[in-house]
């Protein structure tokens, strides 16, 4: 069976930093694209970020270009987002997907498989 588990969610200040991962099991995570996905309150799904089964090779939505980073360690099984400079508009439920999508060039076409219970981030004063 397919886990994924968010963690590392919480409250910070704008301007402030937060690392969430995601902890995998049920399947060989090393062999998966995956992908951050957000909600925000009364909004439709976003997705936030990918990242190939190697580690090498990450895309971004424009909105977190520059002041968020993905990485991986297949050897744990882990996801990670690195987020930084978080603005108040970054206010969202956080989810990690297993991502069977695609590249062209610089652009991910991300296609969700198993999606994470997601942790909650809010930015606020």
């Known amino acids: 069976e397919v886990q994924l588990v968010e963690s590392g969610g919480g409250l910070v200040q704008p301007g402030g930093s937060l690392r969430i991962s995601c902890t995998a099991s049920?399947?060989?995570?090393?062999?998966?694209?995956m992908s951050w996905v957000r909600q925000a309150p009364g909004m439709g799904p976003e997705w936030v970020s990918a990242i190939n089964s190697g580690g090498g090779s990450s895309y971004y939505a424009d909105s977190v270009k520059g002041r968020f980073t993905i990485s991986r360690d297949n050897a744990k099984n882990t996801l990670y987002l690195q987020m930084d400079s978080l603005k108040p508009e970054d206010t969202a439920v956080y989810y990690c997907?297993?991502?069977?999508?695609?590249?062209?060039?610089?652009?991910?076409?991300?296609?969700?498989?198993?999606w994470g219970q997601g942790t909650q981030v809010t930015v606020s004063s």
């Open positions: 049920g399947f060989t995570f090393g062999s998966y694209s």
């Open positions: 997907t297993t991502d069977s999508g695609w590249a062209h060039g610089t652009i991910w076409f991300p296609k969700f498989g198993s």
